[in-house]
């Protein structure tokens, strides 16, 4: 069944395409123009994915699982672009436009100057990952995730400096080499099935011909590796927390939704093309995803322990996330319920917030004298900018007072959502996996008992490690309090806030969390609304 209008489910990739592509040739020098374009830009996708997601939870007429589609140029699958937005999609894209905004009002204190086309960048990131989330075909999943690297290549290494050159030519190397993977396992995928449609390779499988398995096993299994790549599991993760550490504020609180790309990729086409329904192909893949999980997890919260700064801290706690839900989903695909599932949805959604939280408040936490301003006049003159002294200051000079209450507040939620602690969103999320494990997770038991003691360890480890730090920081340091501007504690704050919001209104995220897992448990229903549903063409011509 199409959401109409159909051309709304094209605006999230389109409006930071045209927002990106205008700001190109404006001259470095009218940035106060770029700030306003790219903020109008991201408030104009948040409010379009958060329309989406009110249109993708249906009626009661419709089951509560409307499924919307766009065919580009109206060719039907396999040879038509196909766009798919669906609870999970859409709620995907709904974080990644509250990651933004936050981001991207953080950058407006003057870390958007460090380098040249901040902005452009950050549009043309903004469209491939939410290209990733619609797309409803493999090779446009390859598209869009080339053009979100592209971006995060050039945002990575935004401002120079040594750590962050160094950081940025491993993260390049690595995924190149995972799109060189994913490129090599669609191919093999494409050669045993005859297409690359999502919806057609869930009705294809469970009929393919026994003697084309093999091919296209081989396949799944290199392209899901380039993913497994992207969402940081172990042991392929040692790129991740450097390069992390090494970005920008801002450019790092939106790296937190780039690792959830590939988780997604992952449990989309896991429960679409693996599910119980898919025959001899049916849970492929559920033991790595447990095992990996797993082990990304334990990494994590070792690396929690063992690392001496807040940013290399964030950074592994990234893969605990995803550690987290990757387990979660595999335990699913091999037999759980949907209330793994569920809470797994819920989890992602907390710690994400809460990360990307944690990373707008890493500089602001270890500032000296000096701060942004000096790194700002060296950046300017290395890119040769002939700027006015005033405008080598932050684009505001309101510092917030009570710093370090504002700051120590902020880290406080931070530390007690990312370990699980009541009474935030973190240990929701965490109390009901567990419960899943417990009740659904039975065909497993021995597993899954390790899971909840991991999950118990990660969430100890993490309480430890971020204590530390600020004990560390807000106790044992004397001097002046930092000067913070309100720009960069404000979305710190927002964030904070979606927490505490995630939490309070918990009994209703959950419930569409619920919906969405019994969705995405069910092929069917994405199948046939995409498959099901005519043409725009045909429609209109009925009309």
């Not at 051309?7 to 306003?36: C, N, S, W």
């Not at 927002?494 to 959950?510: E, F, N, S």
């Amino acid at each position: 069944m199409s959401l109409g209008p159909e051309h709304l489910i094209i605006a999230p990739i389109l409006i930071p395409f045209f927002a990106g592509a205008l700001m190109l040739v404006y001259d470095e020098r009218q940035r106060r123009a770029k700030l306003t374009i790219s903020l109008v830009a991201v408030v104009a996708s948040l409010l379009t994915a958060v329309e989406l997601l009110i249109r993708s939870k249906g009626s009661e007429l419709t089951g509560n699982n409307d499924i919307g589609f766009y065919l580009l140029g109206d060719w039907a699958a396999p040879y038509g672009i196909v766009l798919v937005v669906d609870r999970l999609s859409a709620m995907m894209l709904v974080l990644t436009g509250l990651l933004a905004l936050p981001a991207l009002l953080y950058a407006a204190a003057g870390w958007h100057r460090q380098g040249q086309h901040f902005h452009s960048m950050f549009q043309f990131l903004l469209m491939g990952v939410n290209g990733a989330f619609l797309t409803g075909d493999l090779f446009n999943l390859f598209v869009f995730f080339e053009v979100l690297l592209a971006a995060s290549y050039g945002l990575l290494l935004h401002g120079g400096g040594q750590l962050r050159v160094r950081g940025g030519l491993h993260y390049i190397a690595i995924n190149l080499t995972g799109a060189l993977l994913f490129l090599i396992g669609v191919s093999l995928v494409y050669g045993a099935t005859g297409t690359l449609n999502m919806a057609q390779l869930s009705m294809i499988v469970p009929v393919l011909p026994e003697a084309r398995l093999p091919m296209f096993h081989a396949g799944a299994a290199i392209m899901g590796l380039a993913f497994l790549i992207k969402a940081g599991i172990w042991p392929m993760s040692f790129w991740l927390p450097t390069a992390y550490m090494a970005g920008a504020a801002p450019v790092a609180a939106m790296f937190a939704i780039m690792t959830k790309v590939g988780v997604y990729v992952i449990l989309r086409l896991s429960f679409l093309v693996f599910g119980a329904g898919a025959g001899a192909s049916a849970g492929f893949g559920a033991e790595v995803l447990i095992a990996g999980g797993m082990a990304t997890v334990a990494f994590g919260f070792l690396g929690v322990l063992a690392s001496q700064g807040l940013g290399r801290m964030a950074a592994h706690l990234v893969l605990v996330s995803s550690g987290t839900v990757l387990a979660a989903g595999g335990f699913v695909l091999a037999g759980g319920g949907a209330q793994i599932f569920a809470a797994a949805l819920f989890y992602l959604l907390s710690s994400t917030l809460a990360i990307s939280a944690l990373f707008l408040l890493i500089e602001p936490m270890s500032r000296e004298d000096g701060g942004i301003a000096a790194l700002l006049a060296l950046t300017a003159d290395a890119y040769g900018l002939d700027e006015r002294e005033e405008d080598r200051q932050p684009e505001v000079g309101l510092a917030i007072p009570g710093t370090l209450t504002v700051l120590g507040l902020s880290f406080g939620a931070c530390v007690i959502a990312l370990a699980g602690l009541p009474p935030l969103s973190g240990f929701i999320g965490k109390i009901g996996m567990l419960q899943g494990l417990l009740t659904e997770g039975a065909a497993t038991p021995a597993l899954s008992w390790a899971f909840v003691a991991l999950l118990i360890l990660s969430g100890f480890a993490t309480l430890v490690g971020l204590v530390r730090v600020g004990i560390q920081t807000f106790w044992a340091t004397e001097g002046e309090p930092p000067r913070v501007l309100a720009l960069e504690i404000a979305p710190v704050v927002a964030l904070i806030a979606l927490l505490i919001v995630l939490t309070i209104k918990a009994d209703v995220t959950l419930g569409y969390m619920r919906d969405t897992a019994e969705a995405v448990l069910q092929p069917s229903i994405y199948a046939e609304g995409v498959l099901g549903a005519p043409r725009a063409a045909e429609g209109e011509a009925s009309e």
